[in-house]
């Protein structure tokens, strides 16, 4: 079954073909260069973008997969959670071709499709598994019981791992997208010069990031006030530390709680160098099982959307031309 897949939830427009677990195209079109000027995603200029730039997307990924329109059996599309507006251009898009093509119209949960970018790597993974997906809006621990059902085990109380990176890094005066240069600036993390809070939440698996997050900005304010540099490389690395610190702990303590020994990890700040290295010690140690994606897959892309839209679509998961697009959706929401 051959699905053309369209992602359009943030600042990439998306457009891929696959087959199975197979990817016969991948096209990305990033506006980050222009959302660099203002420090983080506008909105607005996204949703812009994605209409200018959709057509050609979607026209590439058939072409690079050496098929025509006539071949496509399904298209799966992201309709949650996501920025609204940014949502809606590639909803509409999959809506309108899926209406004259008289193929089915899935649709995919953003973070369930992040999760199944593994499974194009790994092809041989299957639920149930534990899985932790840190983007840039969300984070979240869940028992992936089957393909298109999830157990949240624990999530973010406020902001997202990746925010909290974003604005540690932005307020420290790196360029967007802060969380990949935090990593890349990151030299030894000094704990007694940098002392940051670690954060409780009520449920153990929890994570709250805010006060972190506030944590650092208090920090470079102050000592911009008292005219003190900032070691910019070590305060990466305790940032970076802490947050890995905080969702490996979660992480091994739910699988070892919940006595599940596959781990997979997810999203965009799958891409971070510790967590992968870390996370992977602790799961060496404890006898776990670990997997995650390739850099490639870790971002926002259309391969994955396809991925997870097979299942969605055993599992009845199609929609009509009603389907609307969903800013906030939990990861284990019912039709
Ligand atoms: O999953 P994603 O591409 O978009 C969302 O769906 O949110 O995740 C983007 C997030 C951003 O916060 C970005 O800074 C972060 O992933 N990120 C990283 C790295 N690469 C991307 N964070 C830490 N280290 C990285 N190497």
């Known amino acids: 079954m051959k699905i053309l897949a369209i992602e359009s939830s943030c600042d990439e427009t998306a457009a891929a073909v696959v087959e199975g677990r197979k990817i016969l195209s991948s096209v990305i079109n990033t506006q980050v260069e222009e959302h660099k000027k203002y420090g983080g995603v506008v909105p607005e200029i996204a949703s812009r973008?994605?209409?200018?730039?959709?057509?050609?997307v979607v026209e590439k990924a058939i072409t690079?997969?050496?098929?025509?329109?006539?071949?496509?059996?399904?298209?799966?599309v992201t309709h949650a959670p996501g920025l609204i507006g940014?949502?809606?251009?590639?909803?509409?898009?999959?809506?309108?071709?899926?209406?004259?093509?008289?193929?089915?119209?899935?649709?995919?949960h953003h973070l369930r499709s992040h999760i199944a970018a593994n499974y194009l790597e790994h092809t041989d993974l299957k639920p149930p598994f534990l899985c932790l997906t840190v983007s840039g809006?969300?984070?979240?621990?869940?028992?992936?019981r089957d393909y298109t059902d999830f157990e949240i085990i624990g999530q973010t109380n406020d902001d997202a791992a990746g925010e909290c990176l974003d604005k540690a890094a932005r307020i420290m005066g790196l360029a967007y997208p802060g969380g990949v240069n935090l990593d890349k600036t990151a030299t030894v993390a000094d704990e007694k010069k940098y002392p940051l809070p670690t954060p409780h939440t009520q449920n153990k698996y929890d994570f709250s990031f805010s006060g972190l997050?506030?944590?650092?900005?208090?920090?470079?304010?102050?000592a911009s006030q008292k005219g003190e540099e900032i070691d910019v490389g070590a305060l990466c690395a305790t940032v970076r530390k802490k947050v890995c610190d905080i969702l490996i702990d979660h992480t091994i303590s739910a699988a070892k709680e919940l006595q599940?020994?596959?781990?997979?990890?997810?999203?965009?700040?799958?891409?971070?160098?510790?967590?992968?290295?870390?996370?992977?010690?602790?799961?060496?140690?404890?006898?776990?099982?670990?997997?995650?994606?390739?850099?490639?897959?870790?971002?926002?892309?259309?391969?994955?959307?396809?991925?997870?839209?097979?299942?969605?679509?055993?599992?009845?998961?199609?929609?009509?031309?009603?389907?609307?697009?969903?800013a906030t959706l939990p990861i284990n929401y019912r039709k």
Request: proline residues 3%; glycine residues 10%; negative net charge.
């Open 49 to 56: 973008r994605h209409s200018e730039n959709i057509s050609a």
């Open 64 to 76: 690079d997969a050496g098929i025509t329109y006539g071949d496509i059996d399904a298209i799966a």
């Open 86 to 108: 940014a949502l809606l251009v590639g909803v509409n898009y999959a809506k309108g071709l899926s209406l004259s093509l008289g193929v089915p119209l899935i649709p995919v």
């Open 137 to 144: 809006g969300n984070t979240v621990i869940t028992y992936v």
């Open 213 to 222: 997050k506030t944590a650092v900005v208090n920090l470079v304010h102050n």
């Open 260 to 326: 599940i020994e596959k781990i997979v990890l997810a999203g965009g700040v799958s891409a971070n160098s510790e967590l992968r290295s870390r996370l992977k010690a602790a799961c060496d140690e404890n006898g776990f099982s670990l997997y995650y994606p390739p850099l490639s897959l870790c971002g926002d892309n259309a391969a994955m959307v396809g991925a997870q839209g097979i299942y969605e679509y055993q599992s009845g998961n199609i929609a009509d031309a009603s389907l609307n697009a969903t």
